[in-house]
């Protein structure tokens, strides 16, 4: 402790802050030696660049994402001798990254995205339009109209990205319980008032499952990512919407878009959804589910695929072996509306290996590959052959298929994220007051003309 | 920051000697190789690098790195923050970085005065919200740290591990406090349900934390768990400064535990009370981890605190322009804290120098 | 009951209360430690069986989201952080401690300025700075770890000036005077007499500054993209929106929690001494 650790400390902090120094300014070397990639890409479809380095982002889509997107691209990497480096970007900033890297330039080659978040990101500029590129992949026709608008922005031209995966809600429900309850699976979600009524009875007569107590319903709250895709279907089966036809307004406190909503809301006020549920994100219930603690609850197909994985240790032996999967229940309108989502890969323009990067989207958007991710993840293809395969051969799965075809997504505008981001909050509000004893309807039309005047604002906004 | 010492416009100790170096020419080479007298470890390095400044400038050497620090990281984009405040910095202008288009007071006006400008809906529930946040967590760091560090204070077995291990909150990441808590708080299989509600019986129903009016005390609980410690630290060191003979005279006097404690302890802790007060209040008016750690980016309208919601609105829906004007609203309202604050506390600033 | 036997009961009892409230102190972190060993299918329903710990998550949290990446990075920059802003604080502590000079309190006032700006303020103006260099010149701070160290460092020196302009007043005056005597120039007297005098004092602001830096999320959150990402950001890619695995959330929380439990138990005896000599005699 004396002078020989103070010259000690010196050094370090010298070495630490020249290593720092030679660290950046080497960093950027290696970037700008790449640049012979781009010169390749303008010669137009030349030979792929072996030993060239490809940034891929991914998100956490599964329990082991990093490793899962590896070894499906490695097939690529030996065939073209293209390095693909796989980055994982955490969902909770992943909105932050891409809109960084589409701006800045730091960023990778190909980025995944979420399907309602490629309007923003396109209106930033920092994206390549992949329309002249996208005939490769069999272009809009190879895909589901409602997938392949996900890749477009209202009322412009350009095609900013392809579609990777699709999932879609469904209702999932413990079959045991329905049978101690006495209740067919057939009918039980058919409608609105089916689908109440099934709850009620489950209330009633299924307190508890060998000796553990469960709950007929549970639903996430606002700290769910996907809140406002549990509570719009809803809305879309009243005959509501989220926004007009031209996307110029907001129409969350219609009359039809408030019916919707209160059905959804009473749930909770009337004790059939398990309030507790509400201090959860959206895959704290799913394993709510898994752990046998709900009898209903509304999912994607990921966590169907999750029940045929031994290793998943959250699943309970009665949970895991009595999962059914029904259509959600049809609303006034007489369809029954579920979100449609998934993901896409997007190009960034400040990408230097233009024609590589394009190889592995193509790579990436091959039916067989697509299969093989989507069932790695418990997601279904995009392409619309791959997708209609993925469906067939099980019941669980049928059922997922016919929700996508029926499904429906958000206007595909840039402000869409902030909108949802404002919508989910009066939700997340409408939720928790529900659970404090009910909402009366004067609150909530308060809370959804709140939500339809940020939306409105939101909208007004422009570049002035 | 925890608690820093306090600001000061001048060293205590006076001014620095005047008297010069026996030998005034000895930083010169050639006298020195004519005749040193000086002992070994001076002469062995005659001129180190900075060793051939003036007393005059050496201060200013000294303090080049960090005054270079803080221009750059604090001052200039300060400066630039107030000027962002004034422009129309949204998703349609943010890839124009600094040059996007001026706005003129329309940020400060919709914040301030636009009542029906739904944008802002929810900041005046937040500013009411970090308000609360701040006094509890601030009331109960201090207090919690100072009632321990008196029952540390005490002759006791075991004393030394006890005062260790009372440290450890202050060690955990905020980030890990909100999770563990976050897990703790869940009102149906969390345990602070289970041993109020199950064990003790204390409540008859199960409240919920995470979600309504509870929400706030589920993000001010954790921080002030995790603030006490290190007030306890600072109560403990200044509770065994203070001499003890002034209380035994107190004792044999005949006055009470409560009346030495309020009419001798306290008044010496009140200098450094103010400090502790001074940075808990500022550290508590800007926490972010744990409300957005423990429950999400928009907290709700019951814990949504201002730096949660300004960083909601600038990163995650793009009005950062309205977020920079924010900033400086809050930073200006830490301004009015500290202009209250020196005016209380001047006088026991004085007296402890 | 005599007055003696009163004043022993009154003694067990507040000793009892001490002990009492350390062990509920205590427990949260008990609870993290043995939450990280029950798998995430036991955290769901909060049935713990503490006889039947699994230690599996302690392993797979390292290859399932990359978490040695956010580790690493965490170490390198909290580190040459804490480090550059020590010693940066060691050369102006010195100068406020020993000298008048021009200016001395109007630096002083704005080092306690910079703690009164929320980081939102100056969040946003780096982040774009950032961008813009990278845009318009070769300089290269965002995602880099030059870029986070240069923030934190500025970040942790005015308070970690205040802590050493107290060390350095504790020092006595006589010591340097002895050694301009002989002959040291006033900066070898700094670098050689008084330095060495106050190493408890550089000990306890490098583990404080740490310390700090280990805890920040929302610069972080902002300045990297994927390759100095730090364990506040990394912790949180256990839970996805697809899957989540708490049980090895809680495990990293262990484990991210470790690093300054160890650095502050190994260092702890000069770190209270500094710490503590750093506010009071402020």
Not at chain 1, 108 to 130: H, K, M, N, R, S
Not at chain 1, 157 to 167: L, S
Not at chain 1, 433 to 440: F, L, V
Request: hydrophobic letters at 45%.
């Amino acid at each position: 402790m004396s002078r020989r650790f103070i010259r000690l400390m010196a050094l370090v902090a010298a070495m630490a802050l020249s290593t720092a120094l030679l660290a950046a300014c080497g960093g950027d070397d290696e970037e700008r030696g790449g640049g012979s990639g781009g010169a390749a890409a303008a010669a137009g479809d030349t030979a792929l660049k072996k030993g060239t380095a490809v940034r891929l982002w991914i998100m956490n889509n599964g329990p082991d994402p990093v490793k899962d997107t590896e070894r499906l691209v490695q097939p690529f990497e030996q065939k073209t001798g293209v390095d693909v480096k796989v980055e994982l970007v955490g969902w909770d900033v992943q909105f932050d990254r891409i809109r960084n890297a589409a701006v800045s330039g730091e960023g990778p080659d190909i980025t995944q995205a979420g399907t309602t978040q490629v309007p923003f990101f396109a209106a930033l500029g920092g994206f390549e339009d992949l329309s002249d590129r996208v005939s490769d992949l069999g272009g809009s026709e190879a895909y589901p109209e409602g997938v392949w608008s996900t890749t477009q922005v209202q009322g412009q031209e350009g095609t900013w990205a392809t579609p990777w995966f699709t999932e879609a809600r469904a209702i999932y429900y413990r079959k045991d319980v329905l049978k101690q309850a006495g209740i067919d699976p057939k009918t039980a979600f058919a409608d609105w008032d089916a689908f109440r009524t099934t709850l009620e009875t489950i209330k009633q007569k299924v307190p508890e499952v060998g000796g553990k107590p469960i709950q007929p319903f549970g639903t996430p709250g606002k700290k769910a990512f996907d809140l406002v895709h549990h509570v719009m279907p809803f809305v879309w089966d009243a005959g509501g919407a989220e926004l007009n036809d031209d996307a110029s307004k907001a129409t969350i406190a219609s009359p039809q878009a408030q019916q919707g909503v209160k059905y959804f809301a009473d749930l909770v006020g009337d004790g059939l959804a398990d309030k507790a549920q509400l201090e959860r994100d959206g895959t704290q219930v799913e394993n709510q589910f898994k752990a046998g603690r709900l009898a209903v609850w509304m999912g994607g197909p990921w966590v169907l695929q999750s029940s045929e994985r031994e290793d998943d240790d959250k699943w309970t032996k009665a949970a895991r072996e009595n999962v059914g999967i029904a259509p959600m229940p049809a609303g006034p309108s007489g369809k029954g509306f579920t979100f449609v989502g998934g993901s896409n890969l997007m190009m960034l323009k400040s990408s230097k290996h233009k024609n590589e990067a394009w190889a592995l989207l193509k790579y990436l958007s091959e039916p067989k590959v697509q299969t093989e991710y989507a069932a790695l993840m418990g997601m279904f293809p995009s392409k619309a052959d791959a997708q209609a395969q993925a469906g067939e051969g099980d019941e669980n799965k049928a059922q997922f298929l016919k929700a996508i075809q029926q499904g429906r997504s958000y206007a595909e505008i840039p402000q869409w994220g902030q909108i949802e981001n404002a919508y989910k909050g009066r939700f997340g509000e409408i939720l928790d007051q529900a659970a404090r004893g009910g909402i009366d309807d004067a609150t909530l039309s308060t809370e959804l003309r709140k939500a339809q005047d940020e939306a409105d604002a939101l909208l007004a906004q422009n570049a002035g | 920051m925890g608690g820093a010492g306090p600001p000061s416009r001048a060293p205590s100790s006076g001014p620095p000697p005047r008297t010069p170096p026996i030998h005034p020419m000895s930083s010169t080479p050639l006298t020195v190789e004519v005749a040193d007298e000086r002992p070994e470890h001076a002469r062995r390095r005659r001129r180190p690098f900075a060793g051939g400044l003036s007393k005059r400038r050496l201060p200013f050497a000294l303090i080049a790195p960090a005054l270079l620090f803080m221009v750059l990281v604090h001052v200039v984009p300060t400066a630039a923050g107030v000027a962002l405040s004034f422009k129309n910095l949204n998703t349609f202008t943010f890839s124009q970085l600094f040059d996007a288009p001026w706005n003129g007071f329309a940020n400060y006006d919709s914040i301030l005065f636009d009542q029906a400008n739904p944008l802002r809906s929810g900041m005046g529930q937040a500013a009411v919200n970090t308000l609360q946040y701040t006094f509890l967590t601030t009331v109960g760091t201090l207090g919690g740290g100072l009632g321990i560090a008196l029952l540390l204070n005490r002759k006791m077995r075991g004393q030394r591990i006890a005062r260790t291990l009372m440290l450890t909150p202050w060690i955990v990441p905020s980030f890990v406090v909100a999770v563990i808590w976050g897990f703790m708080w869940q009102s149906d299989v969390g345990i602070v349900n289970k041993v109020l509600v199950d064990y003790l019986g204390i409540l008859s129903e199960r409240p919920t934390w995470l979600i309504g009016e509870n929400s706030l005390w589920a993000i001010t609980i954790p921080s002030i768990w995790r603030g006490i410690p290190f007030a306890m630290l600072l109560f403990l060191a200044a509770l065994q400064s203070i001499p003890q003979d002034l209380s035994e005279a107190a004792s044999i006097d005949g006055a009470g535990p409560w009346r030495r404690f309020r009419h001798i302890t306290l008044p010496l802790l009140r200098p450094l009370i103010a400090v502790q007060l001074l940075f808990t209040v500022i550290y508590s008016a800007y926490q972010f981890t744990i409300p957005y750690v423990m429950l999400g980016s928009n907290p709700g309208p019951d814990a949504d605190l201002m730096m949660t919601l300004i960083v909601r609105q600038s990163f995650s829906n793009n009005l950062f322009g309205f977020g920079a004007a924010a900033s400086v609203l809050l930073m200006l309202a830490m301004f009015v804290w500290v202009a209250i604050w020196y005016a209380t506390f001047r006088r026991d600033l004085q007296e402890s120098r | 009951m005599t007055y003696a036997q009163r004043r022993r009961l009154g003694n067990l009892a507040l000793d009892a209360l001490t002990w009492g409230l350390l062990l509920v102190m205590l427990a949260p972190v008990v609870w993290l430690v043995i939450s990280a060993t029950q798998g995430t299918g036991r955290l769901a329903t909060g049935a713990y069986d503490l006889l039947d710990p699994t230690f599996v998550a302690f392993k797979d949290m390292w290859s399932s989201v990359n978490f040695g990446k956010y580790f690493v990075n965490s170490l390198i920059i909290c580190t040459a952080a804490a480090l550059l802003a020590t010693a940066f604080a060691a050369s102006a502590g010195y100068a406020l401690a020993r000298y008048r000079f021009k200016g001395q309190g109007v630096f002083s006032t704005a080092l306690t300025g910079t703690q009164l700006i929320p980081g939102s303020m100056f969040l946003l103006p780096v982040f774009l700075g950032f961008i813009w260099l990278k845009q318009n010149t070769p300089v290269a701070l965002l995602d880099t770890h030059v870029g986070m160290i240069l923030v934190y460092t500025a970040f942790f020196t005015p308070v970690a000036v205040f802590f050493m302009r107290s060390f350095f007043l504790a020092v006595p005056r006589e010591l340097e005077d002895a050694a301009m005597v002989d002959g040291c120039t006033p900066f070898g007297a700094f670098w050689r007499i008084v330095l060495p005098n106050a190493a408890p004092g550089l000990l306890a602001t490098f583990v404080y500054a740490f310390l700090f830096a280990w805890d920040e999320l929302l610069f972080v959150a902002s300045l990297t993209q994927t390759r100095a990402e730090t364990i506040p950001i990394g912790i949180r890619n256990f839970v996805g929106n697809y899957s989540e695995e708490y049980g090895q959330l809680m495990a990293a929380g262990v484990v991210s929690t470790l690093p300054v439990l160890l650095a502050f138990f190994a260092t702890q005896r000069w770190l209270v001494k500094g710490l503590t000599a750093g506010a009071v005699k402020g």
